[in-house]
């Protein structure tokens, strides 16, 4: 028999698969709508959020208190979230320029923004990453917040590993309705599906960190407003494709993540007794 919180995670899947799945579809080819149209994304990305809402509420009726709404205990989360994406832009670039298949050169800027020269794109992204939070908080709320801690509580790199997988495969359709387009759509669902996972080990370390959802939010705003589009700006000119493209964007994230791994860093901190930080034995 499934226990109250195996329930909640099957309801939370189910739900979040079948609706999104099923609106990206419908709107693909029922309604002809295209996916790189943001306002066509946002059910999307709040499906998770509202499947978590509805499992907590209703379905577990666990109510909220573990769900990191508050603004957190760490401003070194939030920093580390906001600058993060700029300097892996950085790094992925470093390793484009030493793999020699992308020629330092600032000239694709300019065309990030219309209109506005290429030296203000990067601040004013990194405006748009702290406006367009609350909207990528839908995804944080269903993926690093419920279903992540719910996955081997007990085993802190088994539960981010699935939870990264289970976060890819739920983007798998959008390989196959224009949202990206892979020359080769195994190898770059695989190499979408190492991403995914590394970047939801940055998540969780933000989690971790913080104990709240929002630095992860901004981290992932950050990953999408400003390392995949000025990655992709950069390297779009290159003859890259998608994939090529994926990997290399990539290659800092899976090294830092991997560095977390390694290091133990997803362990919650337990912050040491009163008593027992000054010297003095804890009473029993």
């Not at 004013?124 to 269903?142: A, D, K, N, S």
């Not at 996955?151 to 976060?167: E, K, N, Y």
């Not at 695989?190 to 991403?195: E, G, L, R």
């Amino acid at each position: 028999m499934l226990t109250t919180q195996k329930k909640g995670v099957v309801a939370f899947l189910l739900m979040t698969f079948g609706v999104t799945w099923a609106y990206l579809f419908t709107a693909r080819f029922a309604l002809g709508l295209s996916v790189l149209n943001p306002v066509v994304q946002l059910p999307m990305g709040f499906a998770p959020a509202v499947a978590a809402v509805i499992t907590r509420r209703w379905i577990t009726r666990e109510g909220f208190a573990d769900a990191g709404l508050r603004l957190g205990r760490s401003w070194f989360a939030y920093l580390a979230a906001w600058l993060g994406p700029p300097v892996f832009v950085v790094a992925a670039l470093a390793v484009a320029a030493v793999a020699g298949v992308w020629h330092p050169g600032l000239s694709p800027m300019n065309e990030v923004v219309s209109g506005l020269p290429g030296w203000s794109a990067p601040l004013l992204l990194m405006v748009v990453v702290v406006v367009l939070t609350p909207l990528y908080w839908g995804e944080e709320f269903g993926w690093t917040s419920y279903l992540r801690p719910r996955l081997f509580p007990d085993r802190p790199m088994a539960s981010v590993v699935t939870t990264g997988l289970i976060w890819a495969v739920w983007h798998y359709p959008l390989a196959f309705i224009g949202y990206i387009q892979f020359g080769h759509v195994a190898l770059g669902l695989a190499v979408w599906t190492v991403a995914f996972v590394f970047q939801e080990v940055l998540l969780a370390w933000l989690w971790t960190r913080s104990g709240s959802v929002w630095p992860p939010s901004l981290a992932h705003a950050g990953n999408n407003m400003v390392l995949s589009l000025l990655t992709g700006q950069f390297l779009g000119h290159s003859g890259l494709g998608d994939t090529a493209i994926t990997l290399i964007m990539y290659v800092p994230v899976i090294a830092l993540g991997a560095w977390i791994l390694l290091t133990g860093r997803l362990t919650p901190r337990r912050p040491a007794r009163h008593s027992e930080s000054r010297g003095v034995p804890a009473r029993r």
